[in-house]
């Protein structure tokens, strides 16, 4: 469906909400009740990923490639996914041993668009390694940090286009999901006030 062919019924599902735009592909604009909200597109992604990723944690949630995966990496980095694959697979990333420090990618979490696989779980291992992954208490503690790990690499980017059902479908899922902060404590949404506006124009 073409952004000017959307059913009504789309941009209705954001209720007091009205969609505006995307904004150099990297914010949305959002008319509210009494307030212009410049919405920051791969934070609120970002944290929607998060959510989606914990809430299912255990389920297999996966979806297969295709083409499996087929990597070499270092000694250290095969023995730090290898020692963690299972909790890798509660998180929806499958991976397995390939012969001498080769791993096989199968499956990555279904709720992500991995456009390059690769990138995807060199980028996780290297967060594993960079954070001390290993140093974490709990079984909880580590799928939590997974799922950072994968909503951030997985999360629609600046520099992002997005049709517009794309963007009402990231608007939709914010709301459902209260998201005020991505994973790394940073902002989702501004808020200009009618009132701030006003005043910005010099207008009663």
Same mark, same amino acid.
């Given at each position: 469906v073409?952004?000017?062919?959307?059913?009504?019924?789309?941009? $209705?599902a954001?209720?007091?909400?009205k969609? =505006?735009g995307?904004v150099?592909?990297?914010f949305l604009?959002?008319?509210?009740e009494d307030?212009l909200? /410049?919405i920051?597109q791969?934070? $609120?992604?970002?944290?929607i =990923?998060?959510?989606?990723?914990l809430?299912?944690a255990?389920?297999?949630?996966?979806?297969?490639l295709?083409i499996?995966? *087929? %990597?070499e *990496?270092? $000694?250290?980095q095969?023995?730090?996914?290898?020692e963690h694959?299972?909790?890798?697979?509660?998180?929806? /990333?499958? /991976?397995?041993?390939?012969?001498?420090?080769?791993l096989r990618l199968?499956? %990555?979490?279904?709720?992500?668009? %991995?456009r390059?696989?690769?990138e995807?779980?060199?980028g996780i291992?290297?967060d594993?390694?960079d954070?001390?992954?290993?140093k =974490?208490?709990?079984?909880e503690?580590?799928q939590?940090?997974?799922?950072?790990y994968?909503?951030?690499?997985?999360?629609v980017?600046?520099?992002?286009? =997005?049709?517009?059902?794309?963007q /009402?479908q990231?608007l939709?899922?914010m709301?459902h999901y209260? %998201?005020? $902060?991505?994973?790394?404590?940073?902002? *989702?949404?501004?808020?200009l006030?009618?009132?701030?506006?006003?005043?910005?124009?010099h207008?009663?």
């Amino acid at each position: 469906v073409s952004d000017t062919m959307m059913p009504p019924m789309a941009d $209705a599902a954001l209720g007091d909400w009205k969609l =505006l735009g995307q904004v150099k592909r990297c914010f949305l604009l959002v008319e509210a009740e009494d307030a212009l909200l /410049i919405i920051d597109q791969h934070a $609120a992604a970002e944290k929607i =990923l998060y959510e989606k990723i914990l809430a299912h944690a255990g389920e297999s949630k996966v979806q297969r490639l295709l083409i499996p995966l *087929v %990597v070499e *990496v270092s $000694a250290g980095q095969f023995a730090l996914a290898m020692e963690h694959q299972e909790t890798l697979a509660k998180v929806g /990333i499958d /991976i397995e041993e390939f012969g001498e420090r080769t791993l096989r990618l199968t499956g %990555v979490p279904q709720d992500l668009d %991995v456009r390059d696989s690769k990138e995807f779980l060199f980028g996780i291992i290297q967060d594993m390694q960079d954070e001390a992954f290993d140093k =974490l208490p709990n079984l909880e503690e580590r799928q939590q940090r997974l799922a950072k790990y994968a909503a951030c690499r997985g999360a629609v980017k600046f520099n992002d286009p =997005l049709t517009r059902p794309e963007q /009402i479908q990231l608007l939709i899922d914010m709301r459902h999901y209260h %998201v005020t $902060a991505c994973c790394h404590g940073r902002p *989702v949404m501004k808020k200009l006030t009618i009132e701030q506006l006003r005043k910005e124009f010099h207008r009663p």
